[in-house]
């Protein structure tokens, strides 16, 4: 059986390396942010419930939601400043066939994948499919979509997803995390890719 002082360092250890990944994490979204800004378009970060990144996790006991204390995949968007509203440190975002979004995703952890990922890319085509229920901005749908990563996300090539609620397409480019290390390698594996994806699809 383990030392208890082994355990205790172990512990101190796999919280530090965390609070590392994620720190870093946050650090790549932020200099893709600044990136953003400076494109023609003028890309804001989106703002669901303020400056921070939307992610499906749990804090319940029930052994399938402890998985889910820790974050393991979470996304956020970008989208032009003239396509949406800031207020009280909120974006909103309208809902409609000609909005285009980047919309990028970090995966540490995933039973699908051998190493931590990255993807980057367009969603458009887009359609509430309950006007007034609960979607009523693209910022409402960041959880949804996030919680049904699943099926969203199984073809991240070539996304068409439809439920009771949204539909949208969209397509996504995979980098592996790690090899993301630097600002000339963003520019040129997620910045430039993503931005091709987006424009070439038309104009909003």
């Known amino acids: 059986m383990p030392d208890k002082k082994d355990i205790i360092e172990q512990t101190r250890l796999a919280f530090d390396f965390l609070q590392r990944l994620y720190i870093e994490a946050s650090y790549l979204i932020k200099e893709i942010e600044g990136i953003l800004k400076e494109e023609e378009e003028k890309f804001i970060i989106g703002r669901p419930a303020g400056y921070s990144i939307s992610a499906r996790s749990s804090t319940g006991l029930e052994a399938n939601n402890v998985a889910l204390w820790l974050l393991r995949k979470f996304a956020v968007f970008f989208v032009p400043e003239n396509r949406t509203k800031q207020e009280r440190g909120q974006t909103i975002t309208t809902i409609d066939k000609t909005l285009k979004i980047l919309y990028l ?32 901005k693209f910022e409402n749908a960041m959880g949804h979509l996030e919680y049904n990563d699943e099926k969203m996300f199984k073809v991240p090539e070539q996304i068409d997803y439809e439920d009771a609620y949204i539909k949208l397409r969209g397509e996504f480019i995979k980098n592996h995390l790690f090899d993301i290390n630097d600002s000339q390698t963003i520019v040129k594996k997620i910045i430039k890719p993503s931005l091709e994806l987006y424009r070439s699809i038309g104009s909003v």
Do not use: T
């Open 105 to 136: 995703r970090i995966v540490l952890n995933d039973n699908k994948l051998n190493e931590p990922a990255i993807y980057s890319g367009a969603l458009f085509d887009m359609a509430i499919k309950q006007p007034g229920k609960w979607i009523k």
